[in-house]
Protein backbone atom coordinates (compact mmCIF):
# COMPACT_ATOMS: atom_id res chain seq x y z
CA UNK A 1 0.00 0.00 0.00
CA UNK A 2 1.66 3.47 -1.05
CA UNK A 3 2.03 5.80 1.54
CA UNK A 4 -1.06 7.82 0.28
CA UNK A 5 -3.05 5.55 0.96
CA UNK A 6 -1.95 5.05 4.12
CA UNK A 7 -2.72 8.35 5.24
CA UNK A 8 -6.12 8.40 3.57
CA UNK A 9 -7.00 5.66 5.25
CA UNK A 10 -5.93 6.72 8.37
CA UNK A 11 -7.59 9.98 8.03
CA UNK A 12 -10.78 8.48 7.36
CA UNK A 13 -10.57 6.02 10.15
CA UNK A 14 -10.13 8.90 12.57
CA UNK A 15 -12.28 11.72 11.46
CA UNK A 16 -12.52 13.39 14.17
CA UNK A 17 -8.59 13.77 14.57
CA UNK A 18 -8.66 14.17 11.25
CA UNK A 19 -10.70 17.29 11.31
CA UNK A 20 -8.68 18.69 14.20
CA UNK A 21 -6.08 18.10 12.11
CA UNK A 22 -7.54 20.64 9.43
CA UNK A 23 -8.90 22.86 11.94
CA UNK A 24 -5.39 23.55 13.69
CA UNK A 25 -3.55 23.80 10.24
CA UNK A 26 -5.74 26.03 9.01
CA UNK A 27 -6.08 28.56 12.31
CA UNK A 28 -2.41 28.08 12.51
CA UNK A 29 -1.15 29.27 8.80
CA UNK A 30 -3.60 32.13 9.53
CA UNK A 31 -2.71 33.33 12.55
CA UNK A 32 1.43 32.86 11.52
CA UNK A 33 0.14 35.40 8.67
CA UNK A 34 -1.56 38.00 11.23
CA UNK A 35 0.93 37.33 13.98
CA UNK A 36 4.00 37.30 12.55
CA UNK A 37 3.99 40.95 11.35
CA UNK A 38 2.73 42.34 14.65
CA UNK A 39 5.69 40.57 16.60
CA UNK A 40 8.43 41.98 13.69
CA UNK A 41 6.28 45.01 13.95
CA UNK A 42 8.11 46.78 16.82
CA UNK A 43 7.93 49.02 19.86
CA UNK A 44 5.74 51.52 17.97
CA UNK A 45 3.35 48.55 16.69
CA UNK A 46 3.43 46.73 20.18
CA UNK A 47 2.63 49.90 21.93
CA UNK A 48 -0.66 50.64 19.58
CA UNK A 49 -1.70 46.84 20.35
CA UNK A 50 -0.75 46.80 23.80
CA UNK A 51 -3.41 50.11 24.65
CA UNK A 52 -5.80 47.36 23.99
CA UNK A 53 -5.41 46.75 28.02
CA UNK A 54 -6.20 49.86 29.10
CA UNK A 55 -9.80 48.60 30.04
CA UNK A 56 -8.60 46.39 32.53
CA UNK A 57 -6.31 49.03 33.77
CA UNK A 58 -3.15 47.69 32.91
CA UNK A 59 -2.08 51.32 31.43
CA UNK A 60 1.80 50.52 32.17
CA UNK A 61 3.91 49.19 29.46
CA UNK A 62 1.58 48.97 26.52
CA UNK A 63 4.42 47.84 24.11
CA UNK A 64 5.27 44.95 26.16
CA UNK A 65 1.49 43.71 26.18
CA UNK A 66 1.81 44.32 22.43
CA UNK A 67 4.62 42.33 22.12
CA UNK A 68 2.76 39.52 24.01
CA UNK A 69 -0.09 40.02 21.93
CA UNK A 70 2.08 39.31 18.83
CA UNK A 71 3.78 36.84 20.68
CA UNK A 72 1.22 35.12 21.38
CA UNK A 73 -0.12 34.96 17.73
CA UNK A 74 3.13 33.74 16.27
CA UNK A 75 4.11 31.40 18.56
CA UNK A 76 0.42 29.91 19.65
CA UNK A 77 0.27 29.50 15.84
CA UNK A 78 3.08 27.30 15.78
CA UNK A 79 2.09 25.03 18.63
CA UNK A 80 -1.40 25.13 16.29
CA UNK A 81 0.25 23.56 13.11
CA UNK A 82 2.80 21.34 15.32
CA UNK A 83 0.24 20.45 17.87
CA UNK A 84 2.64 21.06 20.62
CA UNK A 85 1.72 23.21 23.75
CA UNK A 86 -1.40 23.38 22.23
CA UNK A 87 -3.68 24.19 25.36
CA UNK A 88 -1.58 26.89 26.86
CA UNK A 89 -0.98 28.13 23.82
CA UNK A 90 -5.02 28.19 23.26
CA UNK A 91 -5.59 29.53 26.38
CA UNK A 92 -3.19 32.64 25.60
CA UNK A 93 -4.79 33.02 21.97
CA UNK A 94 -8.46 33.22 23.07
CA UNK A 95 -7.18 35.53 25.47
CA UNK A 96 -5.92 38.06 22.90
CA UNK A 97 -8.81 37.40 20.95
CA UNK A 98 -11.20 38.60 23.93
CA UNK A 99 -9.12 41.48 24.03
CA UNK A 100 -9.41 42.45 20.56
CA UNK A 101 -12.98 41.73 20.38
CA UNK A 102 -13.20 44.65 23.45
CA UNK A 103 -11.00 46.57 21.53
CA UNK A 104 -13.29 46.53 18.68
CA UNK A 105 -16.18 47.46 21.13
CA UNK A 106 -14.42 50.17 22.07
CA UNK A 107 -13.95 51.98 18.92
CA UNK A 108 -17.32 51.44 18.24
CA UNK A 109 -17.48 48.67 15.75
CA UNK A 110 -20.17 46.77 17.37
CA UNK A 111 -20.76 42.96 17.13
CA UNK A 112 -20.02 43.47 13.28
CA UNK A 113 -16.13 44.43 13.94
CA UNK A 114 -15.86 42.51 17.27
CA UNK A 115 -17.18 39.08 15.32
CA UNK A 116 -13.47 38.60 13.33
CA UNK A 117 -11.99 38.16 17.20
CA UNK A 118 -14.75 36.38 18.73
CA UNK A 119 -14.84 33.70 16.20
CA UNK A 120 -11.57 32.33 16.94
CA UNK A 121 -11.82 32.88 20.61
CA UNK A 122 -14.45 30.38 20.13
CA UNK A 123 -12.17 27.95 18.28
CA UNK A 124 -9.46 28.81 20.61
CA UNK A 125 -11.50 27.47 24.01
CA UNK A 126 -12.80 24.34 21.52
CA UNK A 127 -9.10 23.40 21.13
CA UNK A 128 -8.28 24.28 24.94
CA UNK A 129 -11.42 21.46 25.47
CA UNK A 130 -9.75 19.20 23.13
CA UNK A 131 -6.48 19.17 22.64
CA UNK A 132 -4.71 18.73 19.80
CA UNK A 133 -6.00 15.27 18.61
CA UNK A 134 -3.95 12.12 17.50
CA UNK A 135 -2.01 13.67 14.64
CA UNK A 136 0.56 15.87 16.32
CA UNK A 137 3.98 15.75 17.05
CA UNK A 138 5.05 14.37 19.73
CA UNK A 139 7.97 15.57 22.04
CA UNK A 140 8.10 13.73 25.28
CA UNK A 141 8.73 17.53 27.10
CA UNK A 142 5.25 18.20 25.71
CA UNK A 143 3.39 15.37 27.20
CA UNK A 144 2.07 16.81 29.84
CA UNK A 145 0.81 19.73 28.45
CA UNK A 146 -1.45 17.82 25.77
CA UNK A 147 -2.18 14.96 27.88
CA UNK A 148 -6.10 15.43 29.40
CA UNK A 149 -5.24 15.15 33.40
CA UNK A 150 -6.51 11.24 33.80
CA UNK A 151 -3.46 10.12 31.53
CA UNK A 152 -0.72 11.91 33.51
CA UNK A 153 1.61 10.12 35.94
CA UNK A 154 0.42 10.37 39.77
CA UNK A 155 2.85 11.33 42.69
CA UNK A 156 3.83 8.34 44.12
CA UNK A 157 3.16 7.47 47.66
CA UNK A 158 0.70 10.51 47.67
CA UNK A 159 -2.17 9.36 50.65
CA UNK A 160 -5.96 10.28 49.51
Known amino acids: M ?11 ENPLDAGLLFLRLGFGAMF ?3 GLPQLLGGPDKWAQLGGAMAWLGLTAAPAFWG ?21 PASALMAFTMLMAAHWHFEK ?19 LLITGPGRYRLKLPAFAALAA ?5 PQAEGAEE
Not at 67 to 87: D, I, N, P, Q
Not at 108 to 118: D, E, K, M, P
Not at 148 to 152: F, H, Q
Open 2 to 12: SPYRKIAQSLT
Open 67 to 87: FMSGFSETVGALCLLLGLGLR
Open 32 to 34: LYH
Open 108 to 126: GAGLAGAARAIEPCIVFLS
Open 148 to 152: PASEL
